[in-house]
Structures are given as structure tokens and as C-alpha cells.
């Protein structure tokens, strides 16, 4: 038994200095409770709808969405919208496509199975129509910063007048959660910007808690059936590790030598 | 050693083997199933063709699910010739009408029934396709006359948006 | 291999075993003799068996689905993730199977030192692990690259220039394994096929590995030879394999609890950025168990001495059957061994630690320290030990230390109380 008790020990060591190395140099983040923390954490289907429309109308100007798909809208585990919704959602959208038979490519509106429209060509026009900054993809942002939501949902909200002392150039703003606490995006979020179908008071901390849920979906899109999943494969194991457990007592006690 | 003992030990080693046996399968699943189309390529389900510069006589080629889909505007002789040819004839009956929802537009999958080649538009006995692979002759409905093929060509889901559209899937 | 040798009973059997004797090998691997005092930590060897396993399947699963080219690796990954029917929970065991491997890797190798598993007779099977270790690290490194992120990039940019310090040579080298300019995709599609080969090539050292094993047979916790084999041993099959068993489904435990509940803690979050060459990661930092060498190499202030110190961290084990001048194998009949055993553990672990933290200040200093501790570890303290330590007197069998009345006979009957002493 002290052998396994070793053992956890050197795991919740690796473990600590892991997120110790990944814990440098940040702010106190904001917190909030989030549905999807923890062994049987679930999305709240109406937040991430709500954060859907906030990306769609505040987000989507700059910020891409390559790896999520109009369909995605509708899978199980996701913003869960009904099959007509997403596709008028994808309808709303123009897709290129092509080339047709004259050779010519042609813009059509989106069906289920596009990729989300980026809205800038490439990388390089991202850059020039945001002075210099690129504006990251958010599809796995929140997997991307060491900070994870928390972080996401604290920016957002992080925007101050600059101390006495600190100079900023023409673009760039102050947010206390930012590395560096520059940032070259300016604050989106303010209270009612976008209306709530459901009737929800669009505050900046509504709409910053919702669109991070968003954007936790789009980074884990399997998060729900991994916890389903998670909690039965450590349960058989349990069960599993208990008859093997047994059976190697009754095995072992055909020897004289306890082991 | 008593009997009572004896048994549930027995117990015990079949439990472990079953509960052992039923890890094993949920764990070799993920890896057979990862296999299988993915949500994108499930997701492709259906592709439009603009069919107004097909004239009477010609078949056009359109890609679906990345296999080759003939789309034949056939003459009023064809159609006839089509219409004309026996049950009993056939190898796999189906008449024509089954596999044309409108006469004028014969829709099918291009792929020989044998072994997946493309047969050849306009060849071969029976005045439809022919398969070069191993000699499959298809008649002008798309059904198989004579050759290895056992059925006639597949006809996709497909229906008329307008008078100029097919979607396909 | 085994004693006594073996016959088929059926005709068929006899026929097929005459030609290929294959069942005489399988009969060996069941009836193979093994102490019957071996502990959990001889456990590992299965446990780590079953990783490479693991690891081969999930990773050709992976490679049914992963492009390996510079503009799509990134995406490829991210398709696995998304669409790819378990996807997620392939690539998720793939990656948290590799510092699986590496934590059970560690407890293998440290449960060696503890009990002197290297010693002869048992050198080649220790050396071959040695080699298996590195081929292990040169297998994670490459894997690591593959997802095309911000740390893959630039950790193949860090790692790739450490051959740039070999002199005179050095930059052609560098430049050779890029296959470019700089780390791009010829580099990306190499590494892939490397990092194919590569676990079976471990594959192959394993059967050497359990092979050179099964010459001298185990080593166990009170570390003296088998005197009566019909005594101090149990056949492998089912005593040992049930034990191995349990143990492995502990181990799944854990593995499993990370796969689903905290998939990318052991990860770093910048490998969730596509790769980009004009932007170099505010800290880079290797994957957690390549960190105690990292900061060995860090603690050199000269890039060629560095790497020198580094590489000799890992080879200088190769040598250990001939540095440790003790007789005496196992640590518990070592009590000076013992102490400095514990204290090289300590060293390493803090080694790690600091190898995760900025290379400045008190951070540097304790990594010089550490790493200057390490290496006289192994080049002074074990072979002047083994001239001055004094020993316990060593029972004669596992199953009858005849020294009765002695602290012996208590450690020796007493498995707990020998490892946890």
C-alpha cells in the first residue's frame, strides 16, 4: 500500500510542477462557476447558443473559426440547434465554390457541411485590416492559453485606463489579465451590445461568460461524451481491478508464502 | 478443499474472465469504428448539377460520394428501345420506369456491379455500356445483359429541383 | 532454455513444435521460474509492455488520419479531434500515453538502482534498457513534433540546433536533418517516418531485453541469486502474470483518469498554435519528462559543453554495472547506499523542477548544484561506497535466511518492511 501511496505522490508532483511551469507570471483570474468543470460537467445548451450569437455578431468580424463546420451547430454534446436553425444559419452565409464548368468560381449560400466563413481572405489580409495584429483563430483558443477560460472570461472584462506611467501607442490598450498588458484589441464588450432572443440581460459579464462557453465547445466539442465515457471506464476498471484483486489472493494462497 | 470453496473460486475466475473479456471489446471498438466515414465525409451527402447543356443522345460525368455518377439525356428511340425489352430477358428484371423517374433522364451510379470499374458509355451488345474490366455488357437502362456483372448499375437518391437541376443524394 | 525439456501431448502439436517450436517457447514463458518475493515494483516491466502496445496501436490508428505536410499536420490533428469516429480518444491515450510510458519508464529504471538489477549477471539486459530509453526519448521528441504547433516547431528548432555544436561539422549536420533552412516540411515528413520506425525498433530491443532477462532470471528484492529453484520460485503463469495484472489495472486507473478528466494538463497550451516561424513561445519548455536533462544542458553556460553534459547524464548509466564496485546488489543490505539512493532521487526530481522554471537567478544555481551532484553520484560516491560501505550480512535463500535471531530474518521474511525501511 505505501508503494502506491509513493506513487501518487511522484503523479501529483509531475503534475504540480507541470502546472506550476504553465502558471507563470499571471493575474488572479475572475471566476465564475462553469457548467463544464469537473467529472459530470455538461454545457448549459442556452449558454452556448447565447455565446454563439455573440461570436456571430462581436467576434466573427475578426476572429476566425476554421475547424468548426455549420453542421457541428447541431451535433449532440454542442449549441444543440435544430437542424432547419443551423441551416438557415449556414444559409445566412455566402461560401465560395467552384470551379463550375465555365472554369469560374461562384459564391452560393453555405449548406451544413462548410467550414465556418472566415472573414478575411488569408492571414496577411487579417494582419493589414488590423494593424499588424493578426486576430487568432478561435476554434481552439482556449485549449491554446495557459490560462484556459478563466483566462478568456477575465480578458474580456480586463480593460482599464493605463497606470500613471504607461504609454500607450495609437491601436494598443490596457487590460490588467493580458501578457504584458498590452493589447492590440480594443474593448468589444459592453453592456446590451447584442439582444438575448431568450430574454437574457446582455451584460458584459453575461456575454463574456456565454461566448467563452462557446468557445470551450469549439474547443472541445467531445467534452460531454468524454466525461460519459470517463466515468464508466474508471468504474469498470474499479470493478475489474476488485475481482483481480481476489483472484490473485486465491491464487497466491495455494503458495505457503504470503506475498 | 470442500466443495462450497471450490465453486466459488469458480465463480470468482469465470466472473473476472467475463468482466475481463467485456474491457476488451468496449476497448477494440474505438479502433474498428475509427475506420468508418467520419462526420465530414457522412456530412457530404448531396451535390447539385446544372443538366441544361446536356442535349438528347449525350451522357455527362458528375463526381458524388467520389465515385463517377453518368447522367444520360437519351433519345425517344432509346427510351423506347429501353421500354421495349422483357422481364424475362433479363438477368436482374427491373423495368424501366423503377429506374427512370422521368424517361427523358436515365440518373446512375457509373459503377460496374462486378468489381467497380467504369463501364464505357455507348458500347458493347446492348447499345449501353460496356465494362473493359471483365466484359460486362449493360443495356441502355443500365441493366445488365450478359457478362460477370450479377446486377444492373445502381440508381442513386436523386430527385429534379427545377427543370434544369438534379440534386444528387 | 527452461531444465527440463518439453513434449507436446497432442501428435499435431509434437509435429508442428518439432519444425517451429513455438509451443516450447510459450511453455517456457508460463513455466518460466520467477522469485516468489519479487514486490509491485516489479510490476513495471509488465506495465511498461503493455504501454509500448498501446502506444503502437493508437499511434497506427493515428496515422490512418494524419497528413504529414506543413500546411495540414495542424489541421489533420484537429480533424482527428472533431470528425474521426473516437478520434479524440485515440489521440488523447496516444499523448497522455507517452508520459505513461515515460512515469512508468522511471519507476522501472529507479527500482534497478534501489535493488542493483544492473549488476552482473545482468549487464547486457541493463544496457539494452539504456538504449530502448533513448530510442523511447528520440520517439517522444519526434512524436511531439507531429501536431505542428508552437512547441512542436520550435522544439524541433532547440532540439535540432544541439547538433550544431559539434565543431566544424556541426551546421552541415543541422541543416541536413532539416533538410532545409530551417525546420519545415521536409523536416515534418521525416520525423514522421522516424517516428513509425522507431517503436518497432524498441519492439525488437524488448524481446532482447526480456530475452537477456530470461537467461539469469529475475533479480529480486533481497537481491541474492535463486539457491532451490523449487522453493524460492513460483511459475510465471498464473502467479506472477495475476500480479502483474492487478497492477497494470491500477496503473490503468491513473491513465484513464487523464485521458478523460484532464486530457492536456501534462501538455503545453502553445501547442494548440499552428505553428509559426516568425514567432518563437515566450517559454519553451520540453514535455515533463525530458525536463531534469534540460536543465542539465541548461546549467553548462557553453553550448558544446552543454550538450556534452547532457548527453553523458544518459550514457553515463550505460557505464553503472562498472561504477558500482559493490558486491552486495540490493540497496537493502546498503544502508550508506541507501541514504545517497534517496538523495539521487531527490536530485532528479529537483533537476525537473528547475529544468520547468526561467534559467535565471537562484533557478540556475540550483541546477548547476544539482547537476554537479549527479554526476558525482555515479563517478565518485558509488565506487568509493562499495570499497568503504559496510554491509548487512545477506541471507542465503529468499525463503530461508538461516541467520534467525538477526535484523535479517525480519527484513527478509518481511517484504514490506524491506521497501519501506
Sequence with gaps: ?259 | MSEKKTKRRDFLFTATYAVGAVGLGATVWPMIDQMNPDASVKALASTEVDISSVNPGNTITVLWRGKPVFIRRRTLEEIAEAKSVKLENLKHPEKDEDRAKNPEWLVMLGVCTHLGCVPLDQKGDYNGWFCPCHGSHYDISGRIRKGPAPTNMEIPKYEFVDANTIKIG | MSEHEYTPKSKVGKWFNDRLPLLTLANHLTDYPTPKNLNYWWTFGGILTFCLITQIVTGLVLAMHYIAHADLAFGSVEHIMRDVNYGWLIRYIHANGASMFFLAVYIHIFRSLFYGSYKSPREIIWIIGIIIYLLMMAAAFLGYVLPWGQMSFWGATVITNLFSAIPLVGEGIVTWLWGGYSVDNPTLTRFFTLHYLIPFLILGLVVLHIWALHVPGNNNPIGIDIQKPSKDTVPFHPYIVIKDGFALLMFMIVFAFFVFYTPNILGHADNYIEANPLVTPAHIVPEWYLLPFYAILRSVPDKLLGVIAMLSAILILAALPWLDTSKIRSAVFRPLYKQFYWILVADVLILGYVGAMPAEGLYLLIARVATAYYFLHFLVILPVLGFKERTIPVPLSITEPILAGSTNLATAKNKDSIINQ
Design chain 1, 1 to 259: 500500500m505505501k508503494n502506491l501511496i509513493r506513487i501518487s505522490l511522484l503523479i501529483v508532483f509531475i503534475v504540480g510542477s507541470q502546472l506550476n511551469s504553465n502558471a507563470a507570471e499571471k493575474a488572479e483570474y475572475l471566476k465564475t462557476d462553469w457548467s463544464f468543470k469537473g467529472p459530470f460537467g455538461k454545457f448549459d445548451r442556452a449558454a452556448l447558443q447565447r455565446g454563439y450569437q455573440v461570436y456571430t455578431e462581436v467576434c466573427s468580424s475578426c476572429h476566425s473559426m476554421k475547424y468548426l463546420s455549420y453542421r457541428n451547430l447541431v451535433q449532440s454534446g454542442g449549441p444543440e440547434f435544430s437542424e432547419a436553425q443551423a441551416k438557415a444559419i449556414a444559409a445566412s452565409f455566402e461560401v465560395k465554390d467552384g470551379p463550375n464548368a465555365d472554369g469560374e468560381m461562384f459564391m452560393r449560400p453555405g449548406r451544413l457541411s462548410d467550414k465556418f466563413v472566415m472573414p478575411y481572405e488569408n492571414e496577411k489580409a487579417a494582419q493589414a485590416a488590423n494593424g499588424g495584429a493578426y486576430p487568432p483563430d478561435m476554434t481552439v483558443l482556449v485549449k491554446a492559453r495557459g490560462g484556459g477560460v478563466d483566462y478568456i472570461y477575465s480578458l474580456l472584462q480586463g480593460y482599464e485606463d493605463p497606470p500613471a506611467g504607461i504609454t500607450l501607442d495609437d491601436g494598443v490598450y490596457y487590460n490588467k489579465y493580458m501578457y504584458g498588458n498590452k493589447i492590440k484589441m480594443s474593448n468589444q464588450l459592453s453592456d446590451g451590445l447584442v439582444e438575448y432572443s431568450d430574454g437574457t440581460n446582455a451584460t458584459v459579464e453575461q456575454m463574456a461568460k456565454d461566448v467563452t462557453t462557446f468557445l470551450m465547445w469549439t474547443a472541445e466539442p467531445h467534452l460531454e461524451t468524454r466525461h460519459r465515457m470517463g466515468f464508466k471506464a474508471i468504474v469498470y476498471l474499479i470493478i475489474l481491478t476488485v475481482l483481480v484483486y481476489f483472484s490473485m489472493k486465491k491464487i497466491w494462497s495455494r503458495i505457503e508464502t504470503e506475498v
